[in-house]
């Protein structure tokens, strides 16, 4: 069962769904955001396997989507705690198989939860400045001025995932996070797309998460909540919003 809606309806959806799952079905959360799983582990007893999405879409007309680059997986078990039913080894080699099978490339990662931050610090970077700048990924990097907020939105995220304990994958971080825009340089992050069709978006689950968490553990975060609030005015509506 593919689980694909928008974080902020994950435990709504994770509570219609599963009165209606067999005991046998395996959950694929393919969500952006970093805690998902124990989110939908709370009201779903299948196991819930952890999807890393490395996608550039656009929607460009009703029911019409523009791929803009990749399309591949990573994915792995996260132990939620609880008492759950964590996937095992089996069933990830035998779900990778299958989306292989169906052309969609899938490795599976044993530090699946480093993963899910490295996309999350990507999504922090990009996301809430391609919806305010109205920008797609190139032209973000491409400009010194923004291509510093990105990096230090990114230091941010690295700095709450050391004192959170999350073992990151090796090697510069930041260069990489900026790099993704060489393989999506056409991409509009869904975040814009939201927000230009009047849509509330996943901006408290992405970098309000990180001004929320380092609150809680003491990490600045200034760049991120800075994202967070302005993106949050937008969704109130335009210059004659009440």
Not at 24 to 32: E, F, M, T
Not at 119 to 148: D, Q, V, W
Not at 152 to 177: N, S
Request: charged content about 20%; glycine content about 8%.
């Amino acid at each position: 069962m593919l689980f694909c809606v928008k974080s902020i309806d994950s435990e709504t959806a994770a509570l219609a769904l599963a009165p209606h799952l067999a005991p046998g079905a395996i959950v694929l959360d393919l969500q952006n955001g970093v805690d998902n799983v124990p989110r939908i582990c709370r009201h779903v007893p299948n196991p819930v396997v952890a999807a890393v999405v490395y996608v550039a879409c656009e929607m460009i007309g009703a029911g019409c989507v523009k791929h803009h680059g990749r399309g591949d997986l990573v994915i792995g078990a996260m132990d939620t705690g609880g008492g759950h039913v964590v996937p095992s080894r089996a069933q990830l080699d035998e779900l990778a198989a299958l989306l292989v099978r169906g052309e969609i490339p899938t490795l599976i990662s044993e530090n699946i939860e480093g993963e899910l931050w490295l996309k999350f610090l990507i999504n922090c970077a990009y996301n809430a400045i391609s919806a305010l700048g109205r920008s797609r990924y190139a032209r973000m990097t491409a400009m010194p001025e923004s291509r510093t907020v990105m990096e230090q939105a990114v230091r941010e995220v690295l700095a709450l995932a050391r004192a959170a304990g999350v073992r990151m994958p090796e090697g510069d971080l930041v260069a990489q996070a900026i790099r993704l825009a060489d393989a999506m340089p056409r991409q509009l992050s869904s975040m814009a797309q939201d927000l230009a069709r009047g849509k509330r978006t996943e901006i408290d689950d992405l970098n309000g998460f990180v001004a929320r968490r380092g609150s809680e553990l003491g990490v600045p975060t200034p760049v991120n909540s800075t994202l967070h609030a302005l993106v949050k005015l937008l969704e109130y509506g335009g210059p004659d919003a009440a």
